[in-house]
């Protein structure tokens, strides 16, 4: 008693005008008799564990406790926003303080909690007292409202920043990361090493050696750049960047090369930093930031490139902002002060801050693209720094959060990306010969977000010539805009295949070899494009390369040979032809004198594409194919040695053949962490046959979240070796943990592990599969979090309803039907259109299977309600909400309501039916709310009315013709007439007493005249509506 007394307190208002003058009305506070309360409780929670009790008369004591505890806010309870926010789970100079004393207490009562139950539920000791299993399940019940308390407010003072790791950044991670899981040891062996690429540097410290050393500083091993001290790489870096500023590189496919070699050593210097102690970390980021300040007097320009890419390096840790906020007045305040020897540095400079800010959708970009946009207005120059900004930018501004839906974060984005892309084509309409009414209203498009009907057609036929002298400025174009299509497929799958349309059509050798990898990928991956249609493009390239070499056209060559080297990993067809071909001209034009050093250069990137993804072009990291041959790697290493090494050589190939030796050492380093990222995971599914969740998720240190994700690890494990001793435990633990994450948005991923847990519980162990199948359906309702999306739980969610009837309650359970029937709402408006019909009819079909198996009908009715709320979402279509479903998907739904849903319903759920009999009103009840919303230009189109009446739809027919009477009038009222008619006209043996068939059918017509005899409208109508009643 005295325990449940404790749990009664709440908080106290205090009224301003007994406080200071600045003291506002009604703050509510936690009393101290409050916080003694809840003390109390937790002491004596304390104490039950250290005393020896008999397990019952604990049970019961503790079972007060947590009911207690699950009454009161983290307010009460003790917990602060602030001091948890600075609290990084892992250094106990804090754990002293009050407040994580106390977040440490609840976590460990609710983990404690959690096994305690499942002690007692499997305690042979049960017979003692009948009442253990309930006071299990009361504790079960508590810890699981204790958990979701603690999550919430974990959520809340964390947001995104309560998970950490890189896998839940890209909506396709688990996809990706298997792919990247099998790269082929053998090709990845054959690149160069770091050591290898370091002593070129030392023997001949160059420009090009210097971008190739940079690309090595990544690299992985004992001796790795990695392994080193912050301070010491940032030596080395520094003499790097002073090489560099001796021989600046003008073409624009090696600028963006060597800012990516930039990007990239700061990239190692920052995962350098986050490997030292928390408490120096900004310290240590601060003389980072010094230093690289201090090579000005050595770098010049340079050393502010490197600032700003240390700035796009660093996370969003609120407490670096001060430092990013200082790199961005250096930068912009270099034009003032002399610091750029060049515009296109500065503005370089400047797109790489304003793509840091982008991440944050910080108000102050749209000012940097102000700037940006005013270096633009000579056609003479190349403009390289402003273009690489911009596809940063358009990067960055997609890669933290999905584009679609309404929040004002989501529509700045998504503007922000269309001003960029409406600058790229203005841009590009500029460089050509004669300006191109296609490019400007595909401009005018981009620019609303929306194609018109006819501008794919438009695109497909288009006609462009470049204008003489602008060569440099229009590669740059093209190469900032290969790194813009995975962001506009994002705004508009459309607009996106149209800008791909216009961009395949240039002519070749002006560049557009530098779009074609990722200008595919994106319409591949948004199904704008199929395989056949790659397939051609790669027959194209090889025809063009062919005839290139031929006629003696290096530019044409060159340009065909990078888009052949890119498009060939694209591809699932066998192109070891075409292989063969890049590699055999790779090494003739490197070999020949005959080739200009523009080609050779080109060429020695274009053998880098064949191995994997060039950064700066094809992206922004180097990262090998999955399935790059050992002799394809071993055949290009060879040839770029023999040309970086051959003293007889021009020395732009020599260099460009050393920077492509760099780029690859960096693939080979980048597949080695990927691998060794992977490598708990690849471990524990040995064991687990099973998921890791470590490789899918990771919660931040020390929270609630990472221990609930770890008992579950622990659990999965436990099921997928079926140790049954202890199942039900499992099972009861695992139940409430899925619980407690409902409230939370969780990376789509964490849909493998519901699966498993699907997979891995048997038919009987409904409870698991219950609340498997409700975390499942909540994610669909979670608002998602900036940096990953909910596609795992739409695409499970799709899978179920597909299975057959049979199928699918075996993995989830007869009751947990109804769950997934209900979500309708929630599923198709995540959907493709085309997909949407099917899924619905696909649900239906298994709620009417529910009702004819298992004579059950808790499925149809949550479709109804389901459907239901779809459709008056569709009628309110407030502008504010979520974003209705489309109106192809919305016809499609009233249509099947007035059609096969109707013609089910009569036969499934007639009152006639001794399943449906005392149930059937409330079945027909939500469907005649749905047909009351659907227009009656579309009721009247179907034959629902026009059918013929018998005794298995004349009870649906009458609610229809009821409901169509207030909607349409005179047809619906004659119909009315006939169903009476049809009932009077029916012959009822008398002697039917055990003719089940005969009750049926006088049940049915009984129903039916009750459910015809509130439709008339006067006195009069009601009482010859009555009589007919009572005339049959």
Excluded at 249 to 257: K, Y
Excluded at 564 to 590: D, G, P
Aim: hydrophobic residues 40%.
């Amino acid at each position: 008693g005295l325990l449940m007394l404790l749990g009664t307190g709440r908080l106290e208002e205090i009224d301003g005008e007994s406080e200071s003058e600045e003291g506002t009305d009604n703050v509510p506070i936690v009393s101290p008799e409050l916080s003694k309360a809840v003390s109390l409780l937790l002491d004596c929670h304390h104490y039950l564990q250290n005393v020896d009790k008999d397990i019952y008369s604990n049970a019961v004591i503790r079972r007060r406790i947590y009911a207690s505890l699950t009454e009161y806010t983290p307010q009460i309870l003790g917990l602060d926003p602030d001091i948890m926010r600075d609290w990084d789970g892992l250094n106990d100079s804090k754990d002293t303080l009050p407040e994580i004393t106390r977040f440490l207490a609840l976590k460990s009562i609710s983990v404690h909690g959690l096994d305690f139950a499942a002690q007692l539920l499997k305690s042979h000791d049960v017979g003692t007292c009948s009442n253990t299993k309930d006071v299990a399940k009361d504790i079960l019940h508590s810890v699981s409202k204790l958990f979701r308390t603690l999550l919430l407010f974990e959520d809340e003072v964390h947001g995104s920043f309560l998970f950490r790791g890189s896998s839940i950044r890209n909506p396709k991670a688990g996809h990706s990361m298997k792919n990247e899981g099998r790269v082929s040891k053998a090709g990845i062996s054959q690149l160069p090493d770091a050591v290898d690429v370091k002593n070129m540097f030392e023997e001949d410290p160059r420009s090009a050696s210097a971008i190739a050393f940079l690309y090595a500083m990544g690299s992985t091993g004992s001796n790795s750049s990695t392994s080193q001290p912050t301070s010491e790489l940032v030596l080395q870096i520094s003499e790097c960047f002073y090489d560099l500023l001796n021989e600046p590189l003008v073409d624009p496919a090696f600028q963006a090369v060597q800012t990516c070699s930039m990007m990239y050593s700061m990239d190692v210097v920052w995962a350098s930093m986050e490997q030292a102690e928390e408490s120096t970390k900004h310290t240590l980021f601060n003389q980072v930031v010094s230093d690289v300040e201090g090579w000005a007097s050595n770098s010049g320009e340079y050393a502010y490139v490197a600032l700003a890419a240390l700035a796009l390096a660093v996370d969003d840790d609120p407490q670096l902002w001060s430092f990013i906020t200082k790199i961005q007045n250096t930068i912009l305040g270099g034009s003032d002060n002399y610091l750029f020897a060049s515009e296109d540095a500065m503005v370089l400079c400047v797109g790489m801050v304003a793509a840091k800010l982008s991440r944050t959708a910080d108000a102050r970009v749209s000012d940097l693209i102000d700037f940006i946009q005013l270096s633009l207005s000579d056609n003479s120059k190349a403009c390289f720094g402003a273009f690489f900004g911009m596809g940063l930018m358009v990067k960055n501004l997609a890669s933290r959060s999905e584009l679609s839906g309404s929040n004002p974060s989501k529509v700045w984005r998504r503007r922000t990306i269309q001003r960029l892309l409406g600058i790229f084509m203005t841009e590009f309409d500029a460089c050509l010969s004669e300006s191109n009414s296609t490019v400007r209203e595909l401009v005018d498009c981009l620019k609303m977000g929306e194609s018109s009907d006819d501008l794919l057609c438009m695109c497909e036929e288009i006609d462009l010539s470049i204008l003489v002298g602008v060569d440099q400025k229009f590669k740059s174009i093209l190469i900032g805009l290969a790194h813009t299509f995975f962001a506009l497929s994002a705004i508009n799958v459309k607009l996106m295949k149209c800008v791909a349309c216009t961009l395949i059509k240039l002519p070749w050798g002006s560049g557009k070899g530098f779009i074609m990898h990722n200008a595919y990928k994106a319409c591949l991956d948004a199904e704008m494009f199929q395989q056949e249609d790659l397939s051609n493009a790669i027959l194209d390239c090889t025809d063009v390369l062919r005839k290139a070499i031929a006629d003696g056209s290096d530019m044409i060559c060159s340009d065909a040979l990078f888009a052949l080297a890119s498009l060939c990993s694209l591809s699932t067809a066998n192109v070891q032809t075409e292989t063969s071909l890049v590699v055999e001209t790779i090494q003739k034009v490197l070999s020949d004198v005959s080739f200009g050093n523009d080609c050779k250069s080109i060429s020695a990137l274009a053998g880098c594409a064949i191995v994997g993804q060039v950064p700066g072009l094809t992206s922004f990291t180097p990262l090998a194919h999955q399935l790059v041959k050992k002799e394809v790697s071993l055949s290009v290493v060879k040839v770029l040695n023999e040309t970086a090494s051959n003293d007889s050589e021009e020395l732009k190939c020599r260099d460009s053949a050393t920077i492509g030796l760099g780029v690859l050492c960096a693939m080979k380093s980048s597949i080695r962490r990927v691998r060794k990222n992977r490598l708990v995971f690849e471990k524990t599914k040995q064991i687990d046959r099973g998921v890791d969740i470590e490789a899918i998720i990771q919660a931040r240190d020390g929270s609630v979240l990472e221990s609930i994700l770890h008992e579950i690890q622990a659990l999965l494990r436990m099921k997928s070796q079926h140790s049954h001793e202890d199942a039900a435990a499992t099972n009861n633990k695992l139940s409430v943990l899925f619980s407690s994450l409902e409230l939370i948005a969780m990376p789509g991923s964490f849909s493998r592990v519901i699966e498993m847990a699907l997979s891995t519980t048997s038919r009987n162990d409904a409870e698991v599969k219950t609340s498997s199948v409700s975390l499942l359906i909540s994610q669909l309702k979670s608002r998602r979090r900036i940096g990953f999306d909910g596609r795992g739980f739409v695409d499970l969610s799709t899978r179920l309803a597909k299975m057959p009837y049979q199928e699918l309650t075996d993995l989830i359970g007869i009751g947990s039907l109804p769950i997934i029937t209900k979500a309708i709402p929630d599923l198709l408006n995540q959907l493709p259109t085309s997909v949407c019909e099917g899924v619905l009819k696909n649900l239906w079909t298994l709620s009417q299977d529910e009702i004819i198996r298992n004579s059950s009908i808790s499925s149809t009715e949550a479709f109804l309600l389901g459907l239901k709320k779809i459709m008056l979402d569709a009628v309110k279509n407030d502008p504010g909400s979520k974003q209705t479903i489309s109106p192809a998907v919305l016809r499609a739904l009233q249509k099947a309501t007035i059609g096969y849903i109707f013609s089910d319903l009569c036969k499934n759920a007639s009152p006639s039916n001794p399943v449906c009999m005392l149930n059937s009103e409330n079945i027909w009840s939500s469907y005649i709310r749905c047909l009351e919303i659907i227009p009656v230009a579309v009721i009247s189109e179907s034959d629902v009315l026009k059918s013929e009446i018998n005794l298995g739809n004349i009870y649906g027919i009458a609610l229809c013709a009821r409901v169509l009477s207030s909607m349409s009038g005179s047809s619906a009222s004659n119909r009315t007439r006939k169903i009476e008619t049809f009932i009077a006209c029916q012959n009822y043996p008398g002697n039917s007493n055990n003719d089940i068939r005969v009750i049926d059918q006088i049940r049915a017509v009984l129903v039916t005249s009750l459910a015809i005899a509130p439709q008339p409208q006067s006195e009069t109508e009601m009482k010859e509506s009555v009589m007919n009643i009572f005339e049959i």
